[in-house]
């Protein structure tokens, strides 16, 4: 059974457009979740994690994510996107045992 | 602070043979896992080591094992290579411990096996 679900592999938005990249998890695991970003040819950066010591979690280059358990969903936002934004992205959680699962990823792609 | 470093970058094999990926995890940090990224996919969990001992193992044959060294650097190996081990390998650290640490990723290992 997948433990987080990344709805859309594609989304494309425009320059200074409001970034949503969706994120549910299922609700048998521990809330720890993550987001990660990707860029071509490099490894994984983190962008931000919820521990649950907030609901709303601020993390790197202007994005945040809020956490909604009646909806289980972790959705990252950015209000203003930027080309450099685009990247490939990805939701996580950190199972027993000390697994991270990762959602399928979702590709950024920003439109001048 | 050094980052988590892998190498080597890229790598070229053929099917049935063997290759060896090492790590150096990011000082201070004592726990290393290792993930498989296929193209298009998600890195999947392959195994992670804590102190030099295994501490949880994904759903991977036995031919995929591992090693922690006392600095905690860290190797996989895989014998018996097929071609759908082509993939980005990934390495990551962290200080251990507590269940919400983060993961540092290295930049990954290129494999293609012909």
């Known amino acids: 059974a997948q433990s987080v679900t990344q709805l859309g592999s594609h989304v494309s938005v425009s320059e200074g457009a409001l970034v949503l990249l969706r994120c549910n998890y299922s609700s048998s695991v521990p809330p720890y979740l993550f987001w990660y970003v990707q860029y071509p040819n490099q490894g994984l950066q983190l962008l931000l994690k919820?521990?649950?010591?907030?609901?709303l979690v601020k993390g790197i280059n202007g994005f945040e994510a809020e956490f909604k358990k009646s909806e289980t969903s972790f959705h990252l936002t950015k209000p203003s996107a930027h080309m450099s934004d685009a990247a490939e992205y990805f939701c996580?959680?950190?199972?027993?045992?000390?697994?991270?699962?990762f959602g399928t990823g979702t590709s950024l792609t920003v439109i001048p | 602070e050094t980052g988590v470093t892998q190498s080597p970058t890229h790598l070229i094999k053929t099917r049935g043979q063997q290759v060896t990926l090492r790590c150096s995890s990011q000082?201070?940090?004592?726990?290393v896992s290792w993930y498989q990224q296929a193209l298009g996919q998600g890195p999947q969990f392959i195994f992670q080591y804590y102190r030099e001992e295994e501490n949880g193992r994904g759903n991977f044959p036995p031919r995929f094992s591992g090693l922690q060294f006392p600095n905690y650097s860290s190797e996989l190996n895989v014998n018996a290579l097929e071609l759908d081990d082509s993939a980005l390998y990934l390495c990551a650290s962290s200080p251990g411990g507590a269940a919400q640490d983060t993961q540092y990723f290295g930049p990954g290992t290129r494999l293609t096996v012909l």
């Open positions: 000082s201070g940090h004592n726990t």
């Open positions: 919820y521990t649950s010591a907030a609901t």
């Open positions: 996580a959680v950190r199972l027993t045992g000390n697994q991270f699962y």
